[in-house]
């Protein structure tokens, strides 16, 4: 596998808007977690989402990361207690301040077929 891009680390900047892109990620800044979090499946390697043409990762780097799935949506969950650095082999890493947030992916509307499907990376 490629290398984690270390080069020109941004700080994410919530104060504008609730969330922020990482190539096809959304990170979604949350004022509070799902009732069930603690209950939720940890995801132990820190990774938010996979390419699926590329076999690149998004990942999170740091300590004190609780990073985890719900089982029926199975929607991404993140709590920090410090901050992290978000890496990809070929975005800019960015700098997830302390905080909770959620983890989608960006989406895309064909309109030849009318469905809506995930982006790939």
């Not at 080069?7 to 190539?23: E, I, L, Q, R």
């Amino acid at each position: 596998m490629k290398a984690f891009n270390e080069k020109n680390p941004v700080k994410a900047d919530f104060s504008k808007s609730s969330y922020g892109f990482h190539g096809d990620v959304i990170v979604y800044k949350e004022n509070s977690l799902p009732k069930d979090f603690d209950q939720m499946k940890v995801i132990k390697e820190n990774i938010l989402a996979y390419g699926e043409h590329t076999g690149h990762c998004h990942k999170l780097f740091g300590e004190n990361i609780d990073l985890r799935e719900c089982p029926k949506t199975k929607t991404k969950y993140l709590r920090l207690v410090d901050e992290v650095t978000l890496k990809h082999q070929e975005h800019a890493p960015v700098v997830l301040p302390p905080g909770t947030y959620r983890i989608g992916i960006q989406k895309e509307y064909d309109h030849f077929e009318e469905i809506t499907r995930e982006v790939a990376d």
